[in-house]
Every structure is written in structure tokens, then in C-alpha cells.
């Protein structure tokens, strides 16, 4: 499986930015699939999940109601939607997919770099 994630860029404070994150090489629609983001000199964080049947979404509470997660199993594409960013959203920011069903992501995608200003 392999996971490729782009729609990052540079967003003034208060802008939006959606990324995006493709899925190839296995059945995308079994996939729980999650966003996690990295900020410089701190650790990979929990951003927002969405179930394989997009019917539960989870969110951090720093993101909740700014950010939302979707899916479209045709595309094999999961999107986060992010609005009123904040400067602290700058991050590279990953896809990632649970195949196995066993509460860890198995794939990760390659990272797209968020920057916001203010």
C-alpha cells in the first residue's frame, strides 16, 4: 500500500488548506485512515481518524470544529479539510492507513509541509 499526500503550502492565519491523500495497492475502503502531524523539534501528533465505513471521525481537541475529515472510497482518497488555522498548525502533516485492524497505522504516506503565518 502506498499512501501519497499533497495539498500542503503557505496559509495566512485564519486561511484554509485541504489536503489530500491517495491510497494505492490494496482495498482503501477496508482502511481505517488517520492525519497525524509533526511539528520541528517536537513529536508526531494525532490529528484527526476517520473509520473504514466513514461513519465515526476523531479529532484532537486542537483541531476539533476547524478541522474535518472525509473520505471518498471511489477515489480511494482520504481529505482533511483544515479552516481558521492558527500559526501552531504549522507541521508536516501525514496520511496514514490501519489495514490490519489491530489499533496501529501499518502505511504512512510521504508528509506534506503545512505553514501558516500570522
Known amino acids: 500500500v502506498q499512501l501519497q499526500a499533497s495539498g500542503g503550502g503557505l496559509a495566512l492565519a485564519g486561511g484554509s488548506l485541504r489536503l489530500s491523500c491517495v491510497a494505492s495497492?490494496?482495498?482503501?475502503?477496508?482502511?481505517?485512515m488517520g492525519w497525524y502531524r509533526q511539528a520541528p523539534g517536537k513529536e508526531r501528533e494525532f490529528v484527526a481518524a476517520?473509520?473504514?465505513?466513514?461513519?465515526?471521525?476523531y479529532y484532537a481537541d486542537s483541531v476539533k470544529g476547524r478541522f474535518t475529515i472525509s473520505r471518498d472510497d471511489a477515489k480511494n482518497t482520504v481529505t482533511l479539510l483544515m479552516n481558521s488555522l492558527k500559526p501552531e498548525d504549522t507541521a508536516v502533516y501525514y496520511c496514514a492507513a490501519e489495514a490490519s485492524r489491530q489499533g496501529k497505522y501499518d502505511y504512512w504516506g510521504q508528509g506534506t509541509q503545512v505553514t501558516v503565518s500570522s
Open positions: 495497492g490494496g482495498t482503501f475502503s477496508t482502511y481505517n
Open positions: 476517520i473509520s473504514w465505513n466513514g461513519v465515526s471521525t
